[in-house]
């Protein structure tokens, strides 16, 4: 039978560790999850969009970001979502839910019954985040302990970010890698941007720090050969 009431319990234990997370769903039986009593689902629009969904929730800054998806509806229009995550290196965690069948249509076999983890690795998908367990109650820290880990690579950073716009430095500190511009106003032309991923807050602060001295004695230098702006010399320099 479906795993997926295991599966959506695991998940939503984990999800409540995080203070705004959202799971994007898709269709399949396990649609019925955004209904009690799990009410897991925050959207579901059309079959291969809930990967397409969270990434693009994440490219906005969403933290974290979950899909849930079947193995039918992967191999039918989620392989493409998943590519494009692999691409562009999406702060994403994928649950692919596998009953083995085709259970909406008829009972058929799923193109990618038992093929699943070797879909995933030839997209790209690195094989420490390829992570399978059996959804079974006695299996449920293990279920936890999968989704935990596979958002390892997602925890937040901290970037220090140095931009050159019209002419002059603007600094800062945003929370999360993939927000790295969302502190500089968008309608202003960003001449340079340098940006430092760190793993604490008091790592970003002494970045902040050297990265200002670095700057500061760049344009106290002048060794800017001849150039009329520091700071291209300063990116040489670096």
């Given at each position: ?35 009690p ?47 494009d ?25 799923s ?16 094989p ?23 958002g ?87």
């Amino acid at each position: 039978g479906c795993g997926h009431r295991d599966m959506y319990k695991a998940l939503n234990e984990v999800a409540a560790e995080y203070e705004n997370p959202r799971i994007f769903g898709d269709i399949g039986c396990y649609t019925l999850g955004a209904l009690p009593p799990f009410q897991a689902l925050h959207a579901c629009v059309e079959m291969g969009a809930s990967i397409t969904m969270a990434k693009g929730a994440s490219d906005a800054g969403q933290f974290p970001a979950f899909a849930v998806i079947g193995d039918s509806t992967f191999t039918h229009s989620g392989m493409t979502g998943l590519l494009d995550c692999v691409n562009s290196k999406a702060n994403v965690v994928v649950v692919i839910s596998d009953n083995l069948t085709t259970g909406m249509t008829g009972g058929q076999d799923s193109a990618g019954t038992g093929k699943i983890e070797d879909i995933c690795r030839g997209l790209g998908v690195h094989p420490d985040h390829v992570r399978v367990v059996v959804p079974l109650p006695k299996n449920m820290e293990d279920i936890k302990k999968a989704i935990r880990n596979a958002g390892q690579p997602l925890r937040k950073q901290f970037v220090v970010y140095f931009a050159i716009i019209n002419g002059g430095i603007k600094k800062g500190q945003t929370r999360d890698l993939v927000q790295r511009y969302s502190n500089i106003n968008r309608d202003t032309p960003i001449e340079k941007l340098w940006y430092l991923p760190v793993e604490s807050k008091e790592e970003s602060l002494l970045a902040e720090e050297i990265l200002g001295d670095f700057f500061d004695h760049a344009r106290a230098m002048k060794r800017c050969r001849g150039k009329d702006d520091y700071y291209q010399c300063d990116e040489e320099a670096a």
